[in-house]
């Protein structure tokens, strides 16, 4: 980043309206049919593990967590991760990876899923879910499904439905 510097920080109710029109440009109006966006309606996302990033006063991106049960096993599903077209390959997205992974590990989550492309999110420590180990509530393709294991072993246990967790 130049000029500008870069801050992420939690997310504010007030970030709503340019978060929307983050994923409106992102994703079309097709992102309401999507199987994550079905798993995130369930259960809204977490506002301590999702952050906004900003340049001065722009939202210029954006990570949520959502709480989601794996069978028995706990966890979270990343996502939407969007960055503003005006300022991708800068390591914005990158930026927030890292804060949202490091905030949930420091929660002492075990387990992150997200559906993605594994050549963006491998650097962050994502593989790939073994083909039917896990359901989703609507169509994925089984190679865009992925997870992080901060708990060493806790993948191979999470088998069964992937559903919204409701906390509080
Ligand atoms: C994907 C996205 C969040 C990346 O944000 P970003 O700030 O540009 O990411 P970074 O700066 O950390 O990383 C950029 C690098 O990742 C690469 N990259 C971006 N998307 C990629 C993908 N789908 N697969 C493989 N590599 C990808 C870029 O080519 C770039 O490579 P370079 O560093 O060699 O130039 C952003 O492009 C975006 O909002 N896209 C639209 C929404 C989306 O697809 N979200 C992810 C699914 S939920």
Same mark, same amino acid.
């Given at each position: 980043m130049t000029e500008l510097s870069l801050v992420i920080r939690p997310e504010l109710p007030i970030d709503a309206q340019a978060i929307e029109r983050l994923h409106e440009r992102a994703f079309g109006p097709g992102r309401f049919a999507r199987t994550a966006f079905r798993? @995130?309606?369930g259960a809204p996302h977490l506002a301590n593990l999702s952050f906004t990033a900003l340049v001065?006063?722009?939202?210029?991106g954006s990570v949520r967590m959502s709480p989601i049960t794996a069978g028995d096993v706990e966890g979270l599903m990343l996502g939407p991760l969007t960055v503003d077209p005006a300022f991708e390959s800068r390591g914005i997205g990158?930026?927030?990876m890292?804060?949202?992974i490091d905030a949930a590990r420091e929660e002492g989550h075990g387990l992150v899923l997200?559906?993605?492309d594994l050549p963006y999110y491998? @650097?962050?420590g994502f593989v790939?879910?073994?083909?039917r180990q896990l359901e989703l509530p609507g169509p994925v393709n089984p190679d865009r499904l992925l997870a992080l294991e901060m708990d060493k072993g806790v993948l191979a246990r999470a088998r069964g439905p992937v559903l919204p967790k409701r906390v509080g």
């Open positions: 798993l @995130r309606e001065g006063t722009l939202i210029v990158a930026a927030l890292r804060r949202s997200l559906v993605g491998a @650097r962050f790939r879910v073994p083909p």
